[in-house]
């Protein structure tokens, strides 16, 4: 007889060694199916749970009818419910990140709260299959490496998934066959976003050829995730053979990389797990190594890096670094500070609201000259800020508009040969501005990353 997917839940969670009935678990629970099994499972196998309930505010009356049904079923199995409201639109506005961004780092900053201050040892959060499945293709159509098309790892620090087992179908039938509640998210049902883009459009057609796709897929997960470890292995191996460091400057001796045919992918492996840099930005340095160049600068959130002498030399970001970065002419995407900056020519008539959030450029494409420069801000910047015909130094601007110290290191400009053309997610130059003889649009997007 096939086991139930409460045997399941429990092989899987022992198994995996997720936790034991002497752990404290804090359950995140949005009131979905997925969340709301994984709510019945945990109770019904007798362990130690509490409840975390966000509402972000962001679907009205149907955010706080969630709520309600969280706090009600919490009580019934007589476990506590903690719940806490995000004005999610205001830190959006406040950040320049995504929804998405900005609600995951406002909820599991939460949840981190919660464990030290009520003692949980462990968050477990509803992922499943499916949601691995997701991450594989938005990740692969985004050009991650290995590591990120392995999809959803089932532990991580304190964070546990222990659906990682089961598909959405599983959770779903097992949800109507015990009569458990749940409520469905509208959004969930938007092709707005690439993640259901995949979920409703993709992933079905792909199951029309083979309907095992969930668990082929996910058995291929389990095989990516194996040649990542064993890839992190011989990287480390590597990495302690290669490299000197001293006083916090680490140079990375390539010569000692036997496979030549390799080299390339060991700075990936290596620049992206240790010091942050991202794909694009470790593409660029390894042309520069076969172009002989020494000393340009290549930036991660914390570290440079630059070419020396066949070598390759990181070191921490100094305070008076102004991690400068060029745009090239049709370049898609930037990085600064912890920022990633998405670039798009298109014509002034396909814009159809010029109302748009600080976190995004709309520039005269063709007032701007290549190449563009982002760096930090500087003592003595100054620029016309968007709607006003005086100058102001970027000091006062961020003085005026209330930005912490810490928010003012992290800031950029991006700069039109000497002339300030945005002040990075927060105001464009009135310089630079679209107006009635405008044809062509340089629209910037900048999120947090």
């Known amino acids: 007889?096939?086991?139930?997917?409460?045997?399941?839940?429990?092989?899987?969670?022992?198994?995996?060694?997720?936790?034991?009935?002497?752990?404290?678990?804090?359950?995140?629970?949005?009131?979905?199916?997925?969340s709301m099994v994984l709510m019945s499972l945990c109770v019904n196998s007798g362990y130690k749970v509490g409840v975390a309930h966000c509402n972000f505010q962001l679907r009205g009356k149907e955010s706080d009818e969630d709520e309600i049904m969280v706090q009600e079923v919490s009580r019934r199995y007589g476990i506590e419910c903690y719940n806490r409201h995000f004005n999610t639109t205001e830190e959006m506005g406040l950040t320049g990140e995504s929804m998405e961004m900005a609600a995951r780092r406002l909820r599991y900053a939460w949840f981190n709260?919660?464990?030290?201050?009520?003692?949980?040892?462990?968050?477990?959060?509803?992922?499943?299959?499916?949601?691995?499945?997701?991450?594989?293709?938005?990740?692969?159509?985004?050009?991650?490496?290995?590591?990120?098309?392995?999809?959803?790892?089932?532990?991580?620090?304190?964070?546990?998934?222990?659906?990682?087992?089961?598909?959405?179908?599983?959770?779903?039938?097992?949800?109507?066959?015990?009569?458990?509640s749940y409520r469905e998210d509208s959004s969930n049902q938007s092709t707005k976003y690439l993640r259901n883009k995949i979920r409703l459009g993709l992933i079905p057609r792909i199951r029309e050829i083979n309907p095992r796709f969930p668990y082929i897929m996910h058995q291929n997960l389990e095989r990516l995730m194996a040649t990542q470890r064993f890839v992190d292995g011989a990287i480390n191996n590597i990495y302690s053979q290669i490299t000197d460091h001293q006083n916090g400057i680490f140079t990375l001796h390539l010569s000692g990389i036997v496979d030549k045919g390799s080299r390339d992918f060991v700075i990936?492996?290596?620049?992206?797990?240790?010091?942050?840099?991202?794909?694009?930005?470790?593409?660029?340095?390894?042309?520069?190594?076969?172009?002989?160049?020494?000393?340009?600068?290549?930036?991660?959130?914390s570290h440079v890096a630059y070419p020396d002498r066949g070598n390759i030399v990181i070191k921490k970001i100094e305070e008076w670094d102004s991690c400068e970065?060029?745009?090239?002419?049709?370049?898609?995407?930037?990085?600064?500070?912890?920022?990633?900056?998405?670039?798009?020519?298109?014509?002034?008539?396909s814009i159809t609201s010029f109302n748009v959030r600080d976190n995004i450029a709309l520039l005269d494409a063709d007032k701007l000259q290549y190449p563009l420069r982002l760096r930090r801000w500087q003592d003595g910047d100054s620029f016309i800020p968007f709607g006003m015909t005086g100058r102001k130094k970027v000091s006062d601007f961020l003085i005026d508009r209330k930005i912490s110290m810490a928010e003012k290191e992290r800031q950029f400009v991006m700069i039109s040969e000497d002339e300030i053309a945005w002040v990075v997610g927060r105001r464009i130059s009135d310089d630079f501005r679209i107006t009635a003889k405008t044809e062509n649009v340089l629209r910037i997007t900048k999120e947090i990353i």
């Open 1 to 34: 007889m096939a086991a139930t997917l409460l045997e399941r839940f429990q092989d899987y969670v022992s198994r995996n060694e997720l936790f034991t009935k002497q752990d404290k678990i804090l359950l995140t629970v949005s009131g979905g199916v997925d």
């Open 113 to 180: 709260e919660l464990c030290e201050k009520h003692n949980y040892t462990v968050i477990a959060v509803a992922h499943h299959i499916d949601d691995s499945i997701e991450t594989f293709f938005i990740n692969m159509l985004r050009g991650s490496g290995l590591r990120g098309l392995t999809g959803i790892r089932n532990h991580m620090g304190r964070i546990v998934r222990p659906l990682m087992f089961a598909t959405r179908k599983e959770i779903l039938e097992y949800a109507t066959r015990k009569h458990i």
């Open 268 to 301: 990936y492996e290596i620049l992206s797990s240790r010091f942050g840099f991202k794909g694009d930005t470790v593409d660029s340095l390894c042309r520069a190594l076969v172009a002989g160049t020494s000393g340009k600068k290549f930036y991660s959130r």
């Open 325 to 349: 970065v060029l745009v090239q002419k049709g370049q898609q995407r930037a990085y600064c500070g912890n920022s990633v900056l998405y670039f798009e020519v298109c014509d002034v008539d």
